[in-house]
């Protein structure tokens, strides 16, 4: 067996025998950010007339399906403390901050019948403070808290949640556009349909397997392109912003030069990505061909008269087909696909659909404090690549990246895995791929999902023990505002002290 090496694009080159850095430079317009979403940072859960979201019934009425039995009640409480927050993105010195509205606090029964004009209002503040130190705004409207009473009707399995869908994106559009010029239709397609109706990994946790994620797939492609045509077709002429697409992207790299490994390797990206960024990104729109042909195949031997992927109809595809501006692209980790050689050892992305898969992550890749996390080499410069071979030269963000840790200011891995990612996307961009930005997962600690408080991603710790949720800079707040302000990335800067100003200008 042959594993294969990775191109490791150095920044190093020998001068006089002498080993120098080269100092590359980000381009004019690159854009820096942080991410956050709602539901893991606002809390005020039933504050001014927000409805119940999924997470809220989840942790509510199974407490105990979270690591902390925790819940994001209060969580950062930045429906209260926004202001703190922009002042911690001006103290970094971030170009943009993207964020998610939830659907239940300005529409609380999910349905545009009733607007909350209470929670319209604390958007507006929040991004009137963003715009008014010239933060740009890219705002998510869909970061996985969906309303409670559109569940209680299917949720992503009623084809009828496409136009909910697009009624809650109009009045988005209608209230916050004239502000807010990036707009993302969905956070991770495989994680709102896979995990929330398949694996029972994500909210609603509903168990439709080898079916659930497939009519939620088709549903959420369905629903963004109708998001996407009001906004081009009512919003953009006059507002003049984009609207994209956010997924989770790992670097899946065939273990040997086998053809088997090379289809393992396609299979798995048709399954992460490709079944919900096909339809709207390839050249022929629809579901990725290898999948489709696979689960048409298991279908039929299962006994189905038909297959549990239901295909769009060509008006569909069409509909569906050139409906993103922008690629968005969260990217965490990677490992190698095997066809043969099955590793049931973490991080294993589920063998979908009893699709057998190996994944193959080497032992001394540093580890981070989510089982799922590892740090691939030059992943960045992978995925990118894998998704320029896949949809040309779409403009890509970078909406996601970042490391977990237990807790701790002097944060060194996620300072080593920082500067490695952005050195990575800096060998992308050297070779013409077009990376618009990058956004830190995340500004500050958050509720995660599954595992509550007990993982942190933040630049900022937050103390979460303490009414106030007091929030204090990381080493890697100072080492990416370093990396932000100079646009080059210094190995050796280490901060003075780790007292943050507000520099000049921000
Ligand atoms: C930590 C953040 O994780 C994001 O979700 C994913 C999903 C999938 C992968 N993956 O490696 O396959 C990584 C991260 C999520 O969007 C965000 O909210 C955070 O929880």
């Given at each position: ?55 809220d ?33 001006r ?25 909350n004009?209470?929670?319209v ?51 988005v ?13 969905f ?28 009519i ?10 109708k ?94 087909r ?9 990217h ?7 066809a ?32 799922w ?24 963000y ?46 500050m ?18 103390d ?43």
């Amino acid at each position: 067996m042959k594993i294969p090496v990775l191109l490791l694009c150095s920044a190093v080159t020998l001068t006089w025998g002498v080993a120098v850095k080269q100092s590359r430079k980000f381009p004019d317009g690159f854009i820096f950010g942080t991410s956050t979403a709602s539901y893991q940072i606002e809390g005020a859960w039933n504050e001014d007339g927000k409805g119940e979201n999924i997470w809220d019934y989840l942790t509510h009425t199974n407490p105990a399906a979270i690591e902390d039995q925790s819940s994001g009640d209060v969580a950062c409480d930045s429906y209260h403390k926004y202001e703190r927050d922009v002042e911690m993105m001006r103290e970094l010195g971030i170009d943009s901050y993207r964020f998610s509205i939830a659907w239940s606090r300005i529409l609380p029964n999910g349905l545009a019948n009733n607007v909350n004009e209470a929670g319209v209002a604390y958007y507006n503040k929040l991004i009137d403070e963003i715009v008014k130190y010239n933060i740009e705004p890219m705002v998510t409207l869909y970061h996985w808290d969906l309303p409670q009473r559109l569940q209680d009707m299917g949720g992503w399995l009623n084809p009828l949640i496409a136009d909910w869908f697009a009624d809650y994106a109009r009045v988005v559009f209608d209230r916050f556009g004239d502000r807010v010029k990036y707009f993302i239709t969905f956070n991770e397609g495989a994680q709102i349909c896979y995990e929330g109706y398949d694996w029972v990994t994500k909210a609603p946790r509903l168990n439709m397997s080898g079916i659930g994620e497939y009519i939620c797939a088709k549903n959420l492609a369905l629903a963004h392109a109708k998001a996407y045509h009001i906004y081009n077709d009512d919003y953009k002429p006059t507002q003049g912003g984009v609207c994209g697409y956010t997924i989770a992207v790992s670097s899946f790299v065939p273990l040997t030069d086998s053809d088997e490994d090379a289809y393992a390797a396609e299979l798995v990206n048709q399954l992460q990505w490709g079944l919900y960024t096909d339809p709207i990104f390839s050249k022929d729109g629809g579901f990725p061909k290898e999948l489709f042909d696979l689960v048409a195949k298991k279908s039929a031997a299962q006994g189905f008269p038909r297959s549990r992927l239901t295909d769009f109809t060509e008006e569909e595809k069409a509909y569906i087909r050139g409906t993103g501006d922008f690629f968005g692209v969260n990217h965490y980790s990677g490992s190698f696909a095997s066809a043969s050689l099955y590793t049931p050892q973490p991080p294993v992305p589920s063998p979908k659909d009893d699709i057998e898969i190996g994944q193959f992550a080497p032992d001394d890749w540093p580890q981070a404090a989510s089982f799922w996390l590892k740090q691939m080499p030059d992943s960045i410069y992978i995925v990118l690549k894998n998704i320029q071979k896949r949809y040309g030269d779409v403009p890509i963000y970078i909406t996601e990246n970042g490391w977990s840790t237990h807790e701790g200011i002097e944060d060194e891995g996620r300072v080593a895995y920082y500067r490695a990612a952005l050195e990575s996307a800096l060998d992308a961009l050297d070779e013409g791929i077009n990376l618009k930005g990058y956004y830190a997962w995340s500004l500050m600690d958050n509720f995660e999902w599954m595992a509550g408080y007990t993982e942190r991603f933040g630049l900022y710790e937050v103390d979460f023990e303490d009414p106030e949720r007091t929030r204090t800079p990381r080493k890697s707040a100072f080492i990416y505002k370093q990396i932000m302000k100079t646009r080059t990335i210094d190995h050796d800067y280490e901060p003075e002290s780790y007292v943050m100003t507000i520099d000049e200008g921000h």
